[in-house]
């Protein structure tokens, strides 16, 4: 008989950790609830100003008035790694200036006509790290 795998810790990230996390990282995933249905596009972002600007293939009227924005690396050999999500109010960016400007700085993905620019005012910052369990 096995023994069942020993779960490992999650340890929260203090304070201003969890945003230098998200800076310069992998793909992260906006969601957003559409129609009583939770939805999750790819996305990439930047922090500019205290905000969260994001590149995603929504369709620009689907996007409510809040999303999270979750970004996590984790090393699937071992589980560990950290995991971050940024959650507030979003508006679509439509200035013709910064469209282009983030259109240049942010590669994404387009589905049909959907290329979406967000910019998300974070209320709330969390992020934890998946540690090893200690021996």
Do not use: K, N
């Not at 996305?43 to 999303?67: C, E, K």
């Amino acid at each position: 008989m096995s023994t069942p795998p020993t779960p490992l810790p999650m340890v929260e990230v203090p304070g201003a950790e969890a945003p230098r996390l998200l800076e310069g990282r992998a793909p992260g995933r906006p969601a957003y609830t559409r129609r009583d249905l939770t939805v999750i596009r790819p996305g990439r972002m930047t922090w500019t100003y205290g905000r969260l600007v994001v590149r995603t293939p929504a369709p620009a009227v689907a996007v409510p008035t809040t999303a999270t924005y979750h970004v996590d690396e984790v090393r699937a050999a071992t589980g560990i790694g950290w995991t971050v999500s940024v959650a507030g109010s979003v508006d679509v960016i439509t200035d013709p200036d910064d469209t282009a400007h983030y259109q240049r700085t942010l590669s994404g993905w387009s589905h049909g006509p959907h290329d979406t620019l967000l910019r998300l005012h974070p209320e709330t910052v969390t992020g934890f790290r998946l540690a090893r369990a200690e021996t």
